[in-house]
C-alpha cells in the first residue's frame, strides 16, 4: 500500500478494505486510506460515490460490514479481542470521543448557547469542571472569531457562525482526527470563506483532518493527499498536484470539468 | 339549588380523595410507562418497536370503559385478584401508558436525528444524548399534550364509578340517591372537575412559557 511521503509511523486512520453495503447497494468496497498524523487527506467525487459513508464510518455513525477502520490503532467498529464483535454504546462513545465531526447541516444543539454548545462534550464526556471547561471553550470561540458570541443560541447566528461554533465544538475535544463533512454546502455562497479560512488554520497548526467537499479551490490549497472516489471505489489518490491539476484518470478529469 | 350544594359538599370529600388519588396514581404509572415505552419505540430494536406498536394500538383502540371491565371481569380468570380500585388503577393506567408513549414519540422524533448523530459524534453515551441533547429539547413538546393527557385521566377516572369505586362522580350519585335532586348535584360535580382541569391547564401554559426558547 502506498504511504503518501510521511509513512514512518503508524497512521492516525488506517481504512482497510472497508465494505458496506445498504440493502443491495454496495456502498464501499475494498475501500483503504491512511491518514498520517498531521496530514489534511481530501475526499472528492459525484454525490453518492460513497465519501460520506467513509467518513461516517470512521466515527461509527454507520457501521460496516467488513474491513477495518482503525483509530491509532484502536478498531473502531469491532472489538480488538479474540473474537470479533460490534462494539457496545460505551465503548462506542470512548472511541467517538477520540475523533471530531463537523456536519453538512451544523447540527448545533438548539437550546444550549454557542458557549454551552462547546462546553457540553468538555463537561460531559471529558469531565472538566465547569470553569475550566468554559475556559476552553471560550479560547476556541476566539480563535473561530466568535467570542463575542458566546453567548448567543444557535438561533441567533448566521449559517457562517453556526457552523464556525460546529469546528469549535469539534476541535475543543482535541481530537485525534477531524472528519468534515461537507462543511460549506449548506451555506450560501458569501460565508464560504470565513468557514474555509477556520479550516486552513487549523491545518496549518497540523490539525488532521479527513476533509469531504466539493470546493475544488480549497481541496488543491490545503489538502496533502487527494482521493478520488466513485462508485464506492477509490479510483485516484495522490497529491493535489497530480489528482485535481493535472489528473490522468479519465473520470476524474471528466467529473474536474464541470468545476471550470 | 346553591343551598343543595353546600349540603351535599360534606358528602363527597371523600369521593374527591378518592378521584384524585386514582388519577394521581394513573398519572406517575403512566408517565414511567410512557417513557419507558416511548423511548423504545423511537429508538428500540425492530422486534420491540412492534411490540410497543401493538400493545399502544390495541390499548387506544379500545374504548377505555370496555378496558376497565376487561381488566376488573377477566383478570380473576387469568388467576390474579385485583380489587375493584387496583383494577381501575391498572386499566386507567394501560390507556395512558399508550397515549403518553404516543406523545413521547411524537415529542422525540420531532428532534432531528442529526442532534442525536452531533451528540454521538463528541462522545456521548446513547443515554447521554437523552439528558443533555433530547430531553431538553423534547420536554416543550411534551409538556402540552401531557398536561391534556392527565385532565383526560382524571375526567376518565369518573368510569371507575361503574365497577363500585367510591369515586367523586360515585359519591354525587349516592347523595342525588338520598336526595332525588340530580340537577344541582350534577352541576357541582362538573364544577369541581372543571376546578380541577383548569388548574391544570392553567400550570400547563405556565411550563410552555418556562420551556420555551428561540427556535432554529
Redesign the interface.
Known sequence: MTQGDRGMSEPIVRIEKLEKSFGAVRVLNEVSLDVGKGDVVTIIGPSGGGKTTLLRCVNALETYDAGSVRIDGDEVGFSDGARRRRRGDRELARIRAETGMVFQLFYLFPHLTAAENVMLGLRRVRRMGKAEARERAMRWLERVGLREKAESLPAQLSGGQQQRVGIARAVAMDPKVLLLDEITSALDPELVGEVLAVVRGLAEDGMTMLVVTHEMTFAREVSDRVVFMEGGRILAEGPPAAVIVDPANERVRTFLARFR | MFAAMLAALPFLGGGLLVTLEVSALVVVAALFGGLLLGTGVTWGPLALRLVIRTFVDIVRGIPVLVLIFAVYYVSPEIGLRFGNFTAAVVALSLFSTAQVTEIVRGAASSI?H??M??????????T?CLV??II??AVRRFLPPWINSVADAVKGSALVSLIGVVDLMLSIQQVIGRTYRPMPLYILGAIIYFVINYTLSSLSRGFEARFA????
Do not use: K, N
Request: no cysteine.
Open positions: 432531528h442529526g442532534q448523530e452531533a451528540g454521538r459524534s463528541i462522545g456521548l453515551t446513547f447521554g443533555w441533547v431538553p429539547q426558547y428561540v427556535r432554529e
